[in-house]
């Protein structure tokens, strides 16, 4: 015959798992969307374009400390955020380089300035419900669709790596960013 236990306290064996984190402040663009700013490209729509393909909070692109032919670094808020490489998206590359040159970052005195330029623009789109935080939530949509490498976006992001063997052991080389990047 088996052992029969019993429990005094049934609730140690209560299992409670965590609510599903949902943005509703923030949404990606849609394909339509993204379309609508490569068919009415000024500056500003240049500025949210990069953005979207890079996956940056907007005001990182105000703190950009190096930039190559094929990456930028910058960098903010966390300590996995700062000082990281960030590769650049072909479908993008020109205009970040054009924006750089033309020193397009450098004009906003704040974050809130970028933003305030930014929403007016989206605005005068049509995209009034959209904010400039909303490209960093479109880039990391696309490359989920695309099935882009999870530890790549997490760098390419600046989000901590949870997995000590990742975070510490696994080096991506900047070439394997950048491929992830075009996936998309």
Known sequence: KGVN?????????????????????????????????????????DEILADIYSGVRPGELLVISEV???YFVTG??????KNRVVPLNNKTKDIF???IKNKRFERYSSEDTLYQTWKKELKELGMGNHSPYDCR????????????????????????????????????????????????
């Open 97 to 99: 380089h054009n924006l």
């Open 5 to 45: 236990i019993r429990l005094k306290n049934k609730a140690s064996l209560l299992v409670i798992l965590p609510k599903k984190v949902e943005s509703k402040k923030h949404k990606p663009f849609t394909d339509e969307e993204i379309e609508k700013l490569w068919n009415n490209r000024n500056d500003v729509i």
């Open 68 to 70: 190559h032919e094929d």
């Open 137 to 184: 939530h479109t880039f990391a949509t696309l490359m989920a669709r695309v099935k882009a490498d999870e530890h790549s976006v997490k760098l390419i992001m600046g989000h901590r790596i949870s997995d000590l063997t990742k975070r510490v052991y696994t080096h991506k080389l900047i070439e394997e960013l950048i491929r992830e990047v075009n996936k998309i």
């Open 76 to 81: 903010s808020k966390t300590e996995s955020g």
